[in-house]
């Protein structure tokens, strides 16, 4: 067959040369900010003793989270190591949702929906 030298891409796109960002450019700048409105997002929670959370969503609903028969219970599951008292108490948020660092989450349209209505939510 012939012979040649590679001078780049078929089509010959050339070489891509660096760009400055500049404020009006940049990407922020050009998507608005995510403001999430769900009103099941948490935005607030702390531990509290006897395996209990206190937690208040993105509407200003608050209520408590029962955990400790969950928690100490037959069917504790993947909720058993939050039984070391120092594991429950690292409890954060990611998204909006209750989360430890282990990787458990609780889902927060559930407790929502169940602390809307009775004020807390029982998990057994």
């Known amino acids: 067959m012939g012979t040649r030298t590679s001078g780049g891409t078929i089509g010959e796109l050339g070489t891509m040369h660096a760009q400055s960002i500049t404020p009006e450019n940049s990407p922020a700048a050009l998507v608005p900010p995510i403001t999430p409105r769900a009103p099941w997002r948490v935005v607030q929670v702390k531990a509290l003793d006897d395996y209990r959370l206190l937690v208040r969503f993105a509407d200003g609903t608050e209520g408590e989270v029962h955990m400790k028969e969950l928690i100490h219970g037959?069917?504790?599951?993947?909720?058993?190591?939050l039984g070391d008292a120092k594991?429950?108490?690292?409890?954060?948020?990611?998204?909006?949702?209750?989360?430890?660092?282990?990787?458990?989450?609780?889902?927060?349209d559930a407790m929502y929906d169940t602390i809307k209505s009775h004020g807390e939510w029982v998990l057994k």
């Open 74 to 81: 037959p069917n504790a599951g993947v909720f058993a190591c």
């Open 87 to 108: 594991v429950f108490q690292q409890v954060g948020l990611e998204f909006g949702a209750v989360t430890w660092p282990s990787g458990i989450d609780l889902a927060p």
